[in-house]
Every structure is written in C-alpha cells, then in structure tokens.
C-alpha cells in the first residue's frame, strides 16, 4: 500500500471511530493524549521522558510537571528534525557568524556574547506548533505529540537587535535566517533553517545561552539558541551556527513546507480538500493544560483535592481559568498565580475541589485570555493537515474511589 493511501485509510478509519463520541459526556475522555509511558532510559541531562524517537530525539515531558510556571530542564522537552546533532561543541572556540546584508560581517565568540553585550532575561513558553496533535480527529499527520511538547524557561542572553546593530544592516535587508548546527542525514534535505522578517522581530527576541540560571542543556541547543517570545517554537532555532540576513525569502529552506496552517480566517480545511495557499504557524493561541490530577491519579470521595495546571497565550496576558468538574456544565474560576514572571510566561492556577461522587470524574479547564480569545470545546476545535495549533479544553479523567 502507498503511504499516501495508509494515510487515507487511517483517516476514514479514525473519523468513522470519531461518530457517536461525546467528548463533553462525563466519565468519557476520548482524547489519547494522556495514553503513554515514560521511557526508562534517560538521554544526557535528562530524566527520563516520553520518547517518540532516538534519533532524532523525540522526547514529551509528562503532563504533572506542569504544575507550577517554570519547566525544569532535565524534564523539559526534546524535539530535532535530524539525526546528525553535533557530540561536541567547544565553548570556547565556539562563534556565531553574522554575515549577508550587513556592513560589518562578524564572528561572535561565546565569552564576547556574554561580556560584550548588554545581558538580558525573559521568561517564556516554548511550545511546538504541534503540541497536542493527538487529540485532532481524525488524526493529523506528524507526531503524535500528547500536551508535553512544551515548557516554560527564563532565557539569558542578548538582543538579537544589539547584535544587528554592532553589524549595520544595509539599506534593503528585509529578511533574516537562522541556521542550526545539525546536518541532514541525506544531501537533498535542506538544512535546519527559520527566516523571519525583520519587520516583526522586536526587541524580547535574544539570542539565549541560559536557560532557567544554567547553560542550555544540549538538547535543547546549547550553546546558544533564539528565543521568540509567544512564538510557536519552531523559530526557536537551537545551536545556532549562522545569522544571514538577505533581501529575499529564500524558498528552499526547511520550514518552507512545514510549520504552516490553511492561509483562511480559520485556518481550517477538511481531510478531503486541502486548502490551496497557506501561512507560517507564527503566534501561539491561547491554551492551557492540566498538571493535576492526571489519569494516573487516585482520588479520595470527600477529600481536598487542588486541581493545578498552566495558561498561557502569545503575550496578550491570561485574564482567567475556568474549571469544570462535572463534564463542562458549570464553571468556576481558579486562582491564578501572581503573573510576575510577565506576559510571555505559564500563569500556573490552581482550583480546590472536593469530589462528592463515586467512580469516573471529567475535570477541564479553560483559558481566557485579556482581548477574550478563549480555548474552544474539543468538539469545535477546527482541522488541519499538520495538526498545528490544537488549543481545545483542556481534559482529564479521574477516577474517584
Ligand atoms: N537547530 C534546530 N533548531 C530547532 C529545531 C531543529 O530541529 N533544529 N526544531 C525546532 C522545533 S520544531 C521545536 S518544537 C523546538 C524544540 O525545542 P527543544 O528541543 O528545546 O524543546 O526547537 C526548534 N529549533
Ligand atoms: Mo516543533
């Protein structure tokens, strides 16, 4: 069978699956993503993950991490589009390559970033545009990533627009690529590279060595890695080699073909038609996940019960979580965390609960955000083929005993 055909099997299967489901139904949860194991083998500087592949690796932090706003490093997500990753980097002969459109091409060294520049921090979500790919129906190509393919880290490093600045930019520059370190496995697949207008980048865009108060783990792309606040993360370019700024949108790089939702107001097709132009994936929407319980967990009829979980949108800022313990017919508001890790970062929020029935319990939780964009039903949620910028209601099941 094609792969082309496999696929449309698998969709006309799913869909059909899909039919008489209610995802609103208490007691039922018909989203796969809590369904999967953690590795038992642990790769350098990690504990042990959710592993969808080796090489590359492919690793989800489970969903109770995400019950306070920062991620820590050795559980926070891996994701690499080849498998050739550099073993060995030397910090100390390390530069990253500024050239193109500039006046003054530059090679920065690692020490000269961190002493020469002026030193800046944020805190921001990095989330995969595919996060929670698992809970499209039908299925949507790609990973299928449950709610880990994200984390939340305060990154150090510089301004991207100190550093165009020392270089000068020339007088047409418009556009501006970012290349990792990696090579692909086979000539013809073009390297790892995100270009971006140089219009939209603004000043919270850094080049970060730092992640959480230590160097970046390896993994995720040490030594030196663009951080886009409230941008989806494929932008975020790891192990950064080069900085090429140019006058046109070179077509042939990577991120061409992937990272990009149907170019209509909803950014939505069906399985059947495929919407014909499209546009990068970019800003994230508002979303959130909940961090506890989880499936795994065991509640007590009459006991004190605080549900936790994150929020998070694209730097608008989250104004409110709504929980739900009874299958989404009435909402409550948790109590959101101080917000002082500003606009890009997790608002963990926190909600007691004392569950007065027996046997299956479907909490959920909604994010809104501060312009009222708010996540949809799981049932409302629209479709795309690369299963992008899922942000349904968050949901989990539990059983009380
Ligand atoms: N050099 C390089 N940078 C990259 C990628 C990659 O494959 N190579 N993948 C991007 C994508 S799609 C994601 S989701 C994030 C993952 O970042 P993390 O591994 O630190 O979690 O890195 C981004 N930056
Ligand atoms: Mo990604």
Not at 147 to 172: F, Q, Y
């Amino acid at each position: 069978m094609e792969r082309r055909d496999f696929f449309k099997k698998a969709i006309v299967t799913a869909g059909a699956a899909a039919v008489g489901t209610s995802t609103l139904e208490a007691g039922v949860t018909t989203q796969p993503i809590d369904n999967r194991k953690v590795s038992p083998v642990a790769f350098p500087e990690k504990r042990p993950l959710i592993m969808y592949s080796d090489r590359p690796p492919l690793l989800e932090t489970p969903r109770d991490v995400f019950t306070s706003a920062l991620t820590p490093n050795d559980q926070f997500f891996v994701r690499w589009h080849m498998p050739d990753i550099p073993t060995h980097i030397d910090p100390d002969t390390y530069t990253i390559h500024v050239n193109g459109l500039v006046k003054n091409e530059l090679h920065i060294s690692l020490n000269d970033l961190k002493t020469k520049f002026e030193q800046v921090e944020v805190t921001a979500v990095l989330q995969c545009g595919g996060n929670s790919r698992s809970a499209f129906k039908p299925i949507a190509g790609g990973i299928q990533w449950g709610s880990g393919a994200m984390g939340c880290a305060t990154w150090k490093g510089v301004r991207l627009k100190d550093i165009l600045h020392l270089a000068g930019l020339e007088r047409d520059a418009k556009w501006i690529g970012f290349n990792g370190s990696e090579r692909a496995a086979y000539y013809e697949t073009p390297e790892f590279v995100r270009e971006l207008e140089l219009s939209e980048l603004d000043d919270h865009v850094i080049l970060a060595y730092e992640m959480n108060g230590e160097d970046l783990p390896y993994l995720n792309g040490y030594p030196l890695r663009l951080v886009l606040p409230g941008y989806y993360s494929d932008s975020w370019v790891k192990m950064l080699s080069n900085i090429t700024v140019t006058n046109e949108y070179k077509k042939l790089f990577f991120m061409d073909v992937a990272y990009r939702v149907p170019d209509n107001e909803t950014e939505s097709e069906t399985p059947e038609k495929r919407y014909p132009t499209t546009k990068p994936i970019k800003k994230m929407n508002v979303k959130s996940v909940i961090g506890y319980p989880t499936k795994d967990s065991l509640v007590s009829h009459k006991s004190h019960v605080v549900i936790r979980g994150v929020a998070w949108d694209d730097g608008h800022g989250i104004q409110d979580v709504l929980i739900s313990t009874d299958g989404g017919k009435t909402w409550d508001k948790a109590i959101l965390d101080d917000g002082k890790l500003g606009r890009y970062a997790y608002r963990a929020f926190r909600y007691p609960y004392k569950p007065t029935t027996f046997g299956k319990v479907t909490i959920m939780a909604k994010a809104i955000n501060k312009i009222g964009q708010e996540q949809p039903f799981a049932k409302d949620i629209k479709w795309n083929h690369g299963g992008y910028k899922y942000n349904g209601i968050d949901e989990v099941t539990v059983e009380v005993v």
